[in-house]
C-alpha cells in the first residue's frame, strides 16, 4: 500500500455528530453479503449504503459521511489495500470494524495496515457471527439519545421524499404459507433515521392529509410492480381513513390507479372499525362501489365493539382483523378467546376473512389456528420492513413452527 501522509488533525469533524442515527457502509464485494450485513445493521438502527468495488469507495465516503465501515477480508475480489488507501486518502474520521477470523493473516494484516496509518479499528467481529456479536462490535456507535418527540412536519417529509411504506407478511394459518402483506408508511429521516407515524400522521383535518393518503396509494402500486418483477406477484393491502372515501376525486384517482396487469388481483384498503361504526354510510358505500375497480374493503382493529358491526345495512367488507391486544396472550385468557371467536363467526357468516394481527408468540400462533383464524400476521413470523428487503425474504417460510 501506497505510503500516504495522515494526520490526528485533518479527521472529518463530522463524526460523533450523528448521535440518533449513524451510517454505515458495508464493504463486500459478493451482493449477498452486503446485504446482509446491511439488514443486520439496519435492525440496530444504522443507515447503510453498500460498496463492492474499491475505485468506488472514495465517492461513497465522500457522499454518505458514514460513521462505519464494515469491512470483510475473508473475500475474492476485493482488493483491501485500495480500500484502505481510500479510507486514509479522504481522512475518514470514523471506525473500521474488520469481519473475519481474528487469529487470520489476512486479518491481522489489515489491522496492523490500519492502525499505522492511524485508521480506528474496532475490535475484529468474528465469523460466524449474530445479532448480540455484532450489537457488541457495534455497541459505542448505536444511538445515545431516545427518538424526537416533537411532531415532524408531513408536508416536508413529503416534499422532501423521506415517506415510504414498509410491509409485514400475512400468513395463511393451516398451510403456514405467506398470503399477501400489509404496507405500513414510515418515515426514514436524514438526521433521526426511521420515524413511527405516532410523530407525522396527521388528522383528518390537517390540509396535508389527503395528500399523505396518495401518497400509500401511488407508493403500494410502484412497490406492487416492483414485487411482481423481483419475486412474483403480491397482495397488498395499506391504511386509509373513512374520510378519504369523502372526497369523490380523490377516490375517482384511486380507482384509476389500480393496475391492469392481469396478475394484479386486487387492493385491500384497511379501515379502522372505530370508523366504520361512526360512519356506516361511507364505509359500506365505498365497499361496495370499489369491489367493481379492483378494490375490497376490510374493517381493522375490531375488538369489544364488534357488536355495533351487527347494524350495518349489508357488509361488503372482505376481512375482519381483530386488534392485536385480544390477540397479545389471548393464549392463556379466555375472555380474549370468547372476543376473538365472536369475531371469527361474524366473519364467516358474512363469507369474509378472519386475521389475527399482533401473533407475537407461537403460543398465541397455536390458539389463534386452534379459533379458526385464516390469517395470522406479527413479530413471529417477521417484523415490517422495506420493500426491498420484504423481496429478499418473501421465498422464506414465514413459519415459526410446523403446523398442528
Known sequence: MEQVNFSEHSRAANFGHRKLTPRACVVDS????????????????????????AGDLAGLLQAEQPDL???????????VGEILEAIVRKNFGGKVLVVGQPDSIMVKAVRQIGEEYGIAMLPSLPTPFGSASLR?????????EPAPSPAVDVAEALKAGWLELWYQQKINTRTLM???????????HPAWGVVPPAYFIPDDNDPHFRALSEFVVGRAIEDWRYLLESQGPVDLSINLPVAFFGNAPA?????????????????VIEIDCSEVIDNPEIAVDAARRLRLHNIAIAIDNVGAEWPSLLELRSFPFVEL????QYINGCADDRLKQTVCRRIIELARDNSARAIAQGIGTRADYLAAHDMGFDLV????????????????????????????
Open 136 to 144: 457488541a462490535s457495534v455497541a459505542e456507535l448505536l444511538p445515545a
Open 69 to 79: 465501515i464494515v469491512l470483510s477480508v475473508c473475500v475474492d475480489g476485493l482488493n
Open 251 to 267: 377516490v375517482r384517482d384511486l380507482c384509476r390507479a389500480m393496475p391492469a396487469h392481469p396478475a394484479f388481483g386486487g387492493l
Open 321 to 324: 382483523k381483530v386488534d392485536q
Open 377 to 404: 400476521q406479527g413479530q413471529l413470523f417477521g417484523k415490517p420492513v422495506a420493500v426491498r428487503k420484504f423481496a429478499r425474504s418473501r421465498p422464506q417460510l414465514a413459519a415459526a413452527g410446523s403446523t398442528p
Open 30 to 53: 459478493k451482493k449477498h453479503l452486503r446485504s446482509f450485513l446491511s439488514d443486520a445493521l439496519e435492525d440496530l438502527g444504522f443507515i447503510t449504503s453498500e460498496c463492492g468495488q
Open 178 to 188: 405467506p398470503s399477501g402483506a400489509e404496507g405500513l408508511v414510515r418515515m426514514r
